[in-house]
């Protein structure tokens, strides 16, 4: 039996995720914000005969205290995991700042990210074939980090902080493995293509714009999470980052994947791990 935690599982992607590793027996701690969403996914659960092995954390992940909560939790309940799954994700059409002083969407697509990736590589490390997946943008090169205002105090827009969040999280996965040369664990970067998810947060007009795209061009949540699965279950070569856009290998060279600007990133967030 795997173990996996599922950071953004009640919903979407992470959902899917959730209940396919349940349906074939292992374990996962799913987390998310709503108490609703987490008891239909234990129901749904409870429907696969998994009851025993599926548990809900509440949390707000855009908040540091609550991923360190989540963190010392997982940490009480597990001696070992095979999976993170990180895919938790909310739009801001107005400018949200988190009593930690991040905009929101920073810190939920990057900081919790981060502290979930660094906080679990304990456990990460004493699993079997263990990896870290962050559902993503990577291969998207549009959108920058706004390194003199990563708070977008001037001139926010919806759209700015998501592509500013997905090029921050693209440098976590390349921070972290170059952080961790000699790790067991492998850190997957994963760009679903477009799904027929994640409307739920949205605000009219743009949920009915993208519902009515999604009808047409989505693909469902089963076919986007099926190379995520496979990637899990059987990763490619040995050691270091893995970023796909579907079931396609990416370029490591993408200047969305600089080194260099991994490295500033982990610079001025690094002190988050002092917990
Ligand atoms: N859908 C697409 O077409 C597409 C395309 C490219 C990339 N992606 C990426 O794929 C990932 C998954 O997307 P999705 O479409 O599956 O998303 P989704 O259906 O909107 O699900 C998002 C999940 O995040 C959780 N969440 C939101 N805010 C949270 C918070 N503050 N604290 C804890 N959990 C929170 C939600 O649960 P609660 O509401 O309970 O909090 C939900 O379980 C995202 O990173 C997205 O950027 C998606």
């Known amino acids: 039996m795997r173990t996996y935690v599922v950071a953004g599982g009640t919903n979407g992607m992470g959902r899917g995720l959730a209940l396919r590793f349940l349906s074939r027996g292992d374990r996962v701690t799913v987390v998310g914000s709503d108490p609703a969403k987490g008891r239909r996914l234990l129901d749904e659960a409870a429907g696969l005969g998994a009851a025993e092995r599926a548990a809900f954390l509440r949390a707000d992940l855009t908040s540091v205290a609550e991923n360190v909560r989540v963190i010392k939790e997982i ?3 597990h001696d070992a995991l095979d999976g993170l799954v990180s895919t ?3 739009h801001f059409p107005q400018r949200v700042e988190t009593p ?7 810190a939920l697509y990057y900081v919790s990210r981060f502290l979930l990736a660094y906080g679990l590589t304990g456990l990460l490390e004493r699993g079997e074939n263990p990896m870290i997946v962050n559902v993503c943008g990577v291969g998207v090169t549009k959108g920058r980090l706004h390194w003199d205002d990563l708070s977008l105090r001037r001139g926010y827009g919806g759209i700015k902080a998501m592509l500013q969040g997905g090029r921050a999280t693209d440098l976590l996965g390349v ?3 170059a952080n ?3 790790a067991r664990t492998r850190y997957l970067l994963h760009h679903p293509g477009f799904t027929d998810s994640g409307t739920d947060t949205l605000k009219q007009p743009a949920k009915a714009v993208i519902k009515l795209l999604a009808r047409f061009a989505a693909q469902p949540v089963e076919k986007a999470i099926a190379p995520i699965v496979g990637l899990m279950d059987d990763p490619p070569g040995e050691g270091g980052l893995l970023a796909y856009d579907r079931r396609r290998p990416l370029d490591p060279s993408l200047p969305s994947l600089d ?3 991994a490295r500033r990133l982990y610079d001025l967030t690094g002190h988050l791990l002092r917990f």
């Open 259 to 261: 080194p260099a600007a």
């Open 100 to 106: 930690d002083g991040y905009e929101a969407t920073f």
């Open 180 to 182: 961790h040369p000699d």
């Open 175 to 177: 921070a972290y493995a």
């Open 88 to 90: 938790a994700i909310r």
């Open 75 to 77: 940490r009480a309940r």
